[in-house]
């Protein structure tokens, strides 16, 4: 496979994963992602934007996630946030140490 074809393939395996978890699995909370797997949809949108500023391209944690979510970081919130148990709070605090603030 040559390199171009690869990096479509790829994007547009990316696309499909943030169409899935932005239209097609709402119900999905980002503390449950994050608890279970180590990622959520904010650490997709900060991928985004650190690969942004590598290339040159100036963008905030909030113009990310605009863009990755297609709507604001509050509308979001309203529209599909749910509140976490206390458990749940107290999971991602560990699943966030380990998964991001031990990585950078």
Known sequence: ???????ELQA?????????????RTDVQNIDMMNLTGFCRNCLSRWYQEAANERGIE????????IYYGMTMDEWKTNYQTEASPEKQAEFQTAFKENVTDKS
């Open 1 to 7: 496979m040559d390199p171009q074809t690869e990096i």
């Open 12 to 24: 547009a395996a990316f696309r499909r994963l943030q169409k899935h978890l932005m239209e097609d």
């Open 59 to 66: 963008m905030d944690k909030a113009q990310a996630r605009e």
